[in-house]
């Protein structure tokens, strides 16, 4: 997802997302499906927000 997606989220459901926090990865649309690289590059964005929410 890149901001803008992000902002058009926030946008068309305001009351829903008021209390949620989204993360944007920065991660460029280039891969294909299931990359290995991909997968590579979501998992070390990711891992570090999930670690937070469950320690």
């Known amino acids: 997802m890149e901001e803008k997606h992000r902002q058009k ?4 459901f ?3 997302l ?3 926090e989204i993360h944007v990865l920065d991660i460029p ?3 294909q499906y299931m990359d290995p690289e991909l997968v590579k590059l979501i998992r ?3 891992d570090p927000i999930l670690a937070k929410w469950c320690a």
Do not use: I, K
């Open 29 to 31: 649309d280039d891969y």
């Open 9 to 12: 989220l926030v946008t068309r």
């Open 44 to 46: 070390e964005s990711v």
């Open 18 to 20: 008021r209390y949620s």
């Open 14 to 16: 305001p009351a829903e």
